[in-house]
């Protein structure tokens, strides 16, 4: 009985792994600048209202952006 309840319990926690490192690396998100501070970090907001703030070069209030996640920190281009 505990042979079975350790191989599911295993089973489980790959699968759990496998989903939660998918989800993480979902790819890049789509926004627009709302707006920059002095220090040129920039708030984007996104089409579902979520607010991130991203640092990247050139980027004026009302651009198109892509941010992709570095670890920690988001780095934002024009979208083209």
């Known amino acids: 009985m505990i042979r079975h309840l350790v191989k599911m319990l295993t089973i489980t926690l790959a699968v759990v792994l496998v989903v939660s490192s998918l989800a993480l690396a979902a790819g890049p998100i789509m926004g627009t600048v709302a ?46």
């Open 35 to 80: 707006a920059i501070d002095k220090k040129g970090v920039a708030t984007v907001k996104t089409d579902d209202g979520k607010e991130y703030h991203v640092s990247g070069k050139g980027l004026h209030q009302g651009d198109a952006v892509e941010c992709t996640a570095h670890g920690k920190t988001w780095t934002c281009k024009k979208a083209a």
